[in-house]
């Protein structure tokens, strides 16, 4: 029997979403199969330094210690190809999509060119750059950063003042704006995972947000009671399969590595791609442990499955 791994379950970052990413590698950490590895819970700080317990090393070199990264983190610079790069640069393996897909997965704008080549739908939309501001549009839509995850942002806009609001909102973060048709329909997602070269789907999980959410937003993504999450859904076999299928040609089609999750809209027989998750959320609410679970697979034996198909990349 070989020598355990050392993992360091990283989480934290500069990022907007670093309570998501905090919750994320908790979760990890505490459910990670410690019979096949030794983990030790890394906080990267606001200011860039790692935090190991009372403990505080410099970034990245504190990282030079353990085997692999298992990545944790959400949002910019974990999520957007920027930490792959350097761990790529100091040549310590770690989990999921690589630097080029991170960054294309970021992107949202990116992403729609990259799945309309594939042959798969979107909907219609268009990039506004900082100080771009529409003079004819019709409500409702769907305003969201170019950049970004969770949901963070995101706005369903019924009037140009909250139009207007908006994209002052996403400007002063720095970012551009995507408006995009919004989709009366059924919000679905599926993940998908890499098992010894395979990808394979996961069932479909229907998003259904509390009244007193119109879409699947931040709060209805991470606070428990704020959605239900069905799953599997209650939908066609044939519609289940056109999904799962849908979901492996958008993982392909930015060349994601080990795991993703597909967001989608249903509308009569048409479905919508709204983007992919190169790095989804690993919290006690997420939807790919939930999905996981459904097909027979506690958190555990996914937390191994990740950084087992990671290593297969180094």
Known sequence: MGRKLIVAVLCGGPSSEYEVSLNSGRNVFKFIDRKKF????????????????????????????FDVVFNALHGQFGEDGVLQSILDLIRIPYTGSDTASSFIGMDKWLSKLFFNKSGLVVPSSRLFKQKEFPEK???????????????VGVELIYSRKQLKKTFEKIWKSGDDVILERYIRGRELTVGVIEKKGKIISLPVIEIVPKKRHKFFDYQAKYLPGHSDEIVPAPISRSLAGRLQRSAIQAHKSLECSVYSRSDFMVLGKKIYILEVNTLPGLTQNSLVPKAAQAAGMSFGDLITLIIKSSLERF
Do not use: C, E, H, M
């Open 38 to 65: 030794l983990p030790t819970l890394v906080i990267l700080q606001k200011d860039f330094s790692l935090r190991i317990g009372s403990q505080t090393l410099p970034f990245p070199s504190g990282l030079r210690r």
């Open 137 to 151: 549009v019709k409500f409702p839509l769907v305003a969201k950063p170019r950049r970004g995850g969770s949901s």
